[in-house]
């Protein structure tokens, strides 16, 4: 059974730190390219973050660009985003996605992180 579980998210204040983490299992997690996404409330699902499979490459959004990391443990199956100096236009849900041959797509239930005074 597939499974993507984030954890970390929360209430901060802007120019805090949050660290998101996503464990993965039931599929083999080395071979996946691995995204995260938000969505805030009356928004598209934004892609934030890109890990490639061997975690060689990084690409992130121009909104995020010098604020946040993707990383991954390919050893204990998991995704994080260290996200830093967080803004309010931060605020969203916050999803990890594994995707594979542009075939094989599975995401998680989500994490909320909301910054606001």
């Known amino acids: 059974q597939v499974q993507l579980v984030e954890s970390g998210g929360g209430l901060v204040q802007p120019g805090e730190s949050l660290r998101l983490s996503c464990a993965a299992s039931?599929?083999?997690?080395?071979?996946?390219?691995m995204n995260w996404y938000r969505q805030a409330p009356g928004k598209e699902r934004e892609l934030v973050a890109t890990i490639t499979s061997s975690g060689n490459t990084l690409n992130y959004a121009d909104s995020v660009k010098g604020r946040f990391t993707i990383s991954r443990d390919n050893r204990k199956n998991t995704v994080s985003l260290q996200m830093n100096n967080l803004k309010p236009e931060d605020t969203a849900v916050y999803y990890c996605?594994?995707?594979?041959?542009?075939?094989?797509?599975?995401w998680g239930q989500g994490t909320q992180v909301t910054v606001s005074s």
């Open positions: 996605n594994a995707v594979y041959s542009n075939y094989y797509d599975y």
């Open positions: 039931g599929f083999t997690f080395k071979n996946y390219y």
